[in-house]
């Protein structure tokens, strides 16, 4: 499966942004897409996931009430919705797919995009 990223960019504290990920090739055996990002010097962490073709989601405490995971299944598009968006959200942000289902365990994902950055600065 390849999974394509875009809709990063540079936003102000406050503001509002939409990521896309475009799901391609062998999609039947996707179980769950989920959110991921790191920022420079951090870890990759876990911030939302939805089962595929339902409508369980998932999200990081962090983001919960701010960020928002839907999908769009016929074109195989999974969007993360993001608000109020802080300075400390700034980083690469990475769509991945689960053959398991939807976790917040980087190691269920076997397929990642190459990421789409976003940068939260005044």
């Known amino acids: 499966v390849r999974l394509d990223e875009f809709g990063g960019g540079v936003v102000q504290p406050g503001d509002s942004l939409r990521l896309s990920c475009e799901a391609s090739g062998n999609t039947e055996v996707i179980a769950g897409l989920g959110w991921f990002r790191q920022g420079a010097g951090k870890a990759r962490e876990f911030e939302a996931t939805?089962?595929?073709?339902?409508?369980?989601?998932r999200y990081a405490d962090a983001v919960q009430g701010r960020f928002t995971i839907s999908a769009d299944f016929a074109k195989r598009m999974v969007y993360l919705q993001m608000i109020s968006l802080k300075p400390e959200d700034s980083a690469f942000y990475y769509c991945?797919?689960?053959?398991?289902?939807?976790?917040?365990?980087?190691?269920?994902?076997?397929?990642w995009g190459r990421g789409t950055q976003v940068t939260v600065s005044s």
């Open positions: 939805i089962r595929w073709k339902e409508v369980e989601t």
């Open positions: 991945a797919q689960s053959l398991l289902g939807p976790s917040d365990d980087a190691d269920y994902y076997v397929d």
